[in-house]
Nanobody, 116 residues
C-alpha cells in the first residue's frame, strides 16, 4: 500500500485547507485510517481517525469542532478538512493506514503552515 498526501500549504490564521490522502496498491487490505501531525521539536501526534466504513471518527481535543475527517472508499482517498486554522496547527501532516491483517503504512507528509 502506498499513501500520498496533498493539499498542504501556507494559509493565514482563520483560513481553511483540505488535505487528501490517496491510497494505491492492495487497498482492500486497509482498515482504519488517520491523520497525524508533527511540529518542529515535538513528537508526532494523532489528529483524527476514521474506521474502514467511515461510520466512526475520533479527534484530538485540540482540533474538535474545527477539523473533519472523511474517506471515499470508491476513490481510495481520505480527507481532512481543516477550518479556523491556528498558528499552532503548523506541522507536517501524515496520512496513516492500518491493515486488516496487521500491516501499517505512512505517507511522506505534507507541510501545513498557518501564519498569524
Amino acid at each position: 500500500v502506498q499513501l500520498v498526501e496533498s493539499g498542504g500549504g501556507l494559509v493565514q490564521a482563520g483560513g481553511s485547507l483540505r488535505l487528501s490522502c490517496a491510497a494505491s496498491g492492495i487497498t482492500f487490505s486497509i482498515n482504519a485510517m488517520g491523520w497525524y501531525r508533527q511540529a518542529p521539536g515535538k513528537q508526532r501526534e494523532l489528529v483524527a481517525v476514521i474506521t474502514s466504513g467511515g461510520g466512526s471518527t475520533n479527534y484530538a481535543d485540540s482540533v474538535k469542532g474545527r477539523f473533519t475527517i472523511s474517506r471515499d472508499n470508491a476513490k481510495n482517498t481520505m480527507y481532512l478538512q481543516m477550518n479556523s486554522l491556528k498558528p499552532e496547527d503548523t506541522a507536517v501532516y501524515y496520512c496513516h493506514a492500518l491493515g486488516r491483517l496487521g500491516g501499517r503504512w505512512w505517507g511522506q507528509g505534507t507541510q501545513v503552515t498557518v501564519s498569524s
